[in-house]
C-alpha cells in the first residue's frame, strides 16, 4: 500500500500532524467615516435645496483632501414628510431630508482635522472612525508566514523528542481553506462612536484621535513524514 494512501503513514515513514498559530498587532492602514448630513424645511422644496447645498459643502470638503480620501460614496437619500400631529386631514407640518455619506481615508494624519471640520458643518453628523487594514495589507501575509514557521518548528520538536528528524512536507493547509471567504483578514475595529452638531460658527480645533491596533490571526495545519525512530 502506498504510503500517502495511509493518512497516519507506517512504521518505516510515520507522521506528525501540528497547528501553527500566529497573532500580530499592527497599525491600522484605513479609516472610515460615516457622515449624514440632514435638513429640515415647511415646504419639500427648501428642505431638498438645503439639503443638496449642504450635501455639496461636505463632498467639497472631502473632496479637498485629494489623495488622503481615497474612497468617497454616497450610501442613501431620503426626503419624508411629517404630518401634523392632530386633524384628520393629512397635513404636512415640515420635510425631513437626509444624506448619508462614507469616506475612507488612508492618511490618517490628516483625520482628526477633517473630522473636526465635517462635525462643524451645519445639521451635519459624524460616526466613526472605524478602523481597519487593507485586504492586501503585508500583516496578512506576515502573520500566515509566521503560522508556516511555528509549525515547522513544533514538529520538529516532536520529532527530537522522539530522537528523529523530519523527512518530508505532506500537506500544508490553511485552517478553513473550504470557506468561501479567506480567514486571514485584518479585524476592522470600531474605535470610538462620534457625533456631533454643529453649534457656532467658530472654528473647533482637531480632534486627537488614536488609532486603534488592529489583531491579524492565522492558523495552518501540516503534516511531516519523519524518519522512524528508536522506541
Not at 81 to 96: I, N, Q, W
Not at 130 to 149: F, G, I, K, M, T
Request: charged content about 30%; cysteine-free; glycine content about 6%.
Amino acid at each position: 500500500m502506498a504510503t500517502d494512501s495511509v493518512p497516519y503513514g507506517t512504521p518505516d515513514a510515520p507522521r506528525i500532524a501540528v497547528r501553527g498559530e500566529a497573532h500580530l498587532e499592527v497599525d491600522p492602514e484605513i479609516a472610515r467615516l460615516g457622515i449624514t448630513v440632514a435638513a429640515r424645511g415647511k415646504d419639500r422644496r427648501t428642505a431638498l435645496d438645503d439639503l443638496t447645498r449642504r450635501n455639496a459643502n461636505v463632498l467639497d470638503l472631502l473632496k479637498s483632501y485629494g489623495d488622503a480620501v481615497e474612497h468617497l460614496e454616497t450610501g442613501s437619500f431620503s426626503v419624508t414628510p411629517e404630518l401634523k400631529e392632530h386633524g384628520r386631514s393629512e397635513r404636512v407640518h415640515a420635510y425631513h431630508g437626509h444624506v448619508h455619506v462614507t469616506a475612507e481615508l488612508t492618511d490618517l494624519t490628516a483625520l482628526g482635522e477633517l473630522t473636526t471640520r465635517l462635525a462643524d458643518l451645519d445639521l451635519t453628523t459624524v460616526d466613526g472612525p472605524w478602523w481597519a487594514l487593507r485586504r492586501d495589507s503585508p500583516a496578512h501575509r506576515e502573520a500566515r508566514q509566521q503560522a508556516v514557521r511555528e509549525a515547522v518548528q513544533r514538529a520538529r520538536e516532536y520529532a527530537e523528542a522522539l530522537g528523529t528528524t523530519l523527512a518530508a512536507l505532506v500537506e500544508l493547509a490553511d485552517i478553513g481553506a473550504e470557506d468561501p471567504e479567506p480567514r486571514f483578514v485584518g479585524k476592522a475595529s470600531r474605535a470610538r462612536s462620534m457625533a456631533y452638531e454643529a453649534a457656532g460658527d467658530t472654528s473647533a480645533a482637531p480632534l486627537d484621535l488614536e488609532p486603534q491596533r488592529q489583531h491579524v490571526h492565522a492558523q495552518v495545519t501540516a503534516r511531516f513524514t519523519m524518519a522512524p525512530p528508536r522506541l
